[in-house]
C-alpha cells in the first residue's frame, strides 16, 4: 500500500545522483550515504553516536529516514 506523500518525503531527505558519491542514496545536501545510518545501527551504535560522526546530517532526516525505511518493510506496523 503507498501512502500518500511517502515518496515525496523520502526525496526530501535522500538524494540519488550519478555525479555524487556513484549515484547511491545519500543524505540530501550531503555526501553521506544513507548505509552508513543502517550500518552504525547494525554494529550496535546509536544514533547520537553517528550524528556526532556525520555533523551534516540533521537528527530530523536521520529519523526521517528510519521511518521511510520501517514503512517500507512493515507499512502496518506501528512505532512501539
Not at 5 to 27: M, R, S
Not at 66 to 74: I, P, V, Y
Amino acid at each position: 500500500m503507498h501512502r500518500s506523500g511517502a515518496h515525496d518525503e523520502t526525496e526530501a531527505i535522500i538524494q540519488v545522483d550519478p555525479e555524487i558519491q556513484g549515484g547511491i542514496p545519500i543524505f540530501k545536501e550531503t555526501r553521506v550515504p544513507l548505509k552508513n545510518l543502517f550500518d552504525y545501527l547494525e554494529a550496535s551504535e546509536t544514533l547520537e553516536a553517528f550524528l556526532e560522526d556525520f555533523l551534516s546530517v540533521s537528527r530530523e532526516a536521520a529519523v526521517a529516514a528510519l521511518e521511510q525505511a520501517r514503512l517500507a518493510l512493515a507499512p502496518d506496523a506501528h512505532i512501539a
